[in-house]
């Protein structure tokens, strides 16, 4: 498919010079979705959906704009282009904007040794529909379970196409088998909810459904008479299955494009520790059978591993083309893009460095704590790491859970939070991040 979106960007292309641009960039989705949802045991949702969506930036000098559509007629495309050009003659000037030149363009990968295409036909509904009743019986199996607010599953494949006048030309696809199962435990205010789900580039490599809507059910029971923790200074293990959003906010804070604006915490720690001694936190777009992985970027450079974090010190910004000119560096190799944008920064993949200890070891080297497993909200002072969020999981007396915990606050500076992190081994590999549980000393907890 991915070949029939090559002639599609070159159209886009040649428009664009038509229409006046002296260079462009173009980028051209097609997709197929399949989705099925029940509710109570009733078929609540079926969907199928098939499209394409283009995209083109224009330059013109220092300017720039950027256009999308999801009409690929010969005569829109044409329109589009000359909108473009008018609206990039109109921008503000960027000194920083430009394609990649010649030589920084990659010129040989192999997408298909990443294998993040699931070759395999696409399932028919009958199928999804049946997943989502083993999904629902087996979490109305778990005692206490009173019923299921939504259990599904779904399944997708995109191909994706690049081109620029500088002469790149490229593309993938990919695709995706996911389960998802919400239980609901308890009655009246005593109810709790919770979740498990599953996703998958091969369906083949899919956990089968009843021990998702267990693991879904069994959650939910787990919370039941949840109350507020007490209120002071304690531990705080971070469950793997939010812990990576304590480095999203590391990797948000190294993004060119936050160091550039002066709106990061971090904006000064270029070679530094903001990580403990012996921990890494690595970017690798070339894992195979994982849902960040592409052979090139947005800007057609070639992928590559990269550490973030060596040794526990910052080594670099996350860079695109832009930022990287803007900040002096060459580029990480990070630009990302949708239709309707110009390239920007961002982080795929990661592997933070695992410890040699169980998540129920730091559990037991806790002595009285926190254990968060859900978290809402969030306040985050961009330029100063300040955090606060709301919490909600288990609370740890002696080592070993003792109740259930909800309406909580958790409160702390990420650069102490993050200097002082422990990490579990419970990382999952088939993740695009395999991040474990992490255990912080020391935060505020504002409970009851």
């Known amino acids: 498919m991915t070949a029939a979106l090559e002639p599609l960007c070159a159209q886009l292309l040649d428009a664009a010079r038509k229409a006046g641009a002296e260079a462009a960039d173009a980028i051209a989705l097609s997709g197929e979705t399949l989705s099925v949802d029940l509710h109570k045991s009733a078929l609540d949702h079926a969907e199928r959906a098939e499209g394409i969506d283009i995209g083109l930036r224009v330059l013109i000098g220092q300017r720039q704009a950027c256009v999308s559509s999801s009409d690929v007629r010969p005569d829109t495309i044409a329109a589009l282009a000359e909108r473009a050009v008018a609206m990039a003659r109109e921008a503000p000037e960027d000194p920083w904007i430009g394609l990649a030149t010649p030589d920084q363009l990659v010129t040989d990968w192999d997408a298909g040794a990443l294998e993040l295409d699931d070759h395999a036909p696409a399932p028919g509904p009958e199928w999804l529909e049946e997943q989502g009743r083993v999904l629902e019986a087996a979490a109305l199996a778990v005692p206490g379970v009173a019923q299921v607010q939504g259990a599904g599953a779904g399944w997708g494949r995109t191909h994706v196409h690049l081109a620029a006048t500088n002469g790149f030309s490229g593309g993938y696809s990919r695709s995706s088998t996911s389960l998802h199962c919400t239980a609901i435990?308890?009655?009246?205010?005593?109810?709790?909810?919770?979740?498990?789900a599953e996703s998958r580039i091969f369906a083949a490599d899919m956990p089968r459904a009843e021990g998702i809507g267990r693991l879904a059910g069994e959650r939910a029971v787990a919370n039941l008479g949840a109350k507020k923790p007490p209120t002071g200074a304690y531990p705080v293990l971070f469950d793997e299955r939010i812990s990576g959003s304590l480095i999203a906010h590391l990797t948000a804070a190294v993004n060119g494009a936050a160091v550039a604006r002066g709106s990061s915490w971090l904006a000064d720690a270029v070679?530094?520790?903001?990580?403990?001694?012996?921990?890494?936190?690595?970017?690798?777009?070339?894992?195979?059978?994982?849902?960040?992985?592409?052979?090139?970027?947005?800007?057609?450079?070639?992928?590559?591993?990269?550490?973030?974090?060596?040794?526990?010190?910052?080594?670099?910004?996350?860079?695109?083309?832009?930022?990287?000119?803007?900040?002096?560096?060459?580029?990480?190799?990070?630009?990302?893009?949708?239709?309707?944008?110009?390239?920007?920064?961002?982080?795929?993949?990661?592997?933070?460095?695992?410890?040699?200890?169980?998540?129920?070891?730091?559990?037991?080297?806790?002595?009285?704590?926190?254990?968060?497993?859900?978290?809402?909200?969030?306040?985050?002072?961009?330029?100063?790491?300040?955090?606060?969020?709301?919490?909600?999981?288990?609370?740890?007396?002696?080592?070993?859970?003792?109740?259930?915990?909800?309406?909580?606050?958790?409160?702390?500076?990420?650069?102490?939070?993050?200097?002082t992190l422990v990490a579990a081994n419970d990382g999952r590999p088939h993740l695009s991040r395999v991040i474990p549980s992490l255990l912080v000393e020391g935060l505020t907890i504002a409970g009851g």
Do not use: K
């Not at 435990?185 to 919770?194: H, I, N, Q």
């Not at 190799?333 to 169980?358: C, D, K, M, Q």
């Open 271 to 419: 070679g530094t520790a903001v990580l403990p001694a012996g921990m890494d936190l690595v970017e690798d777009p070339l894992r195979r059978r994982t849902s960040g992985s592409r052979p090139f970027d947005a800007e057609g450079l070639a992928s590559r591993a990269r550490h973030v974090v060596r040794d526990g010190v910052l080594t670099g910004w996350t860079l695109d083309l832009a930022t990287g000119r803007q900040l002096g560096f060459p580029s990480t190799a990070s630009a990302a893009r949708g239709v309707g944008s110009a390239p920007g920064p961002s982080t795929g993949n990661l592997v933070l460095t695992p410890g040699h200890r169980s998540r129920d070891e730091l559990i037991a080297e806790m002595g009285t704590g926190l254990i968060v497993t859900s978290m809402i909200g969030a306040s985050i002072n961009p330029t100063t790491g300040d955090y606060s969020r709301g919490a909600s999981g288990f609370w740890v007396e002696n080592g070993e859970i003792v109740r259930p915990v909800n309406e909580c606050t958790v409160a702390g500076n990420l650069r102490r939070m993050l200097t």
């Open 185 to 196: 435990a308890g009655e009246g205010l005593g109810m709790e909810r919770d979740y498990a």
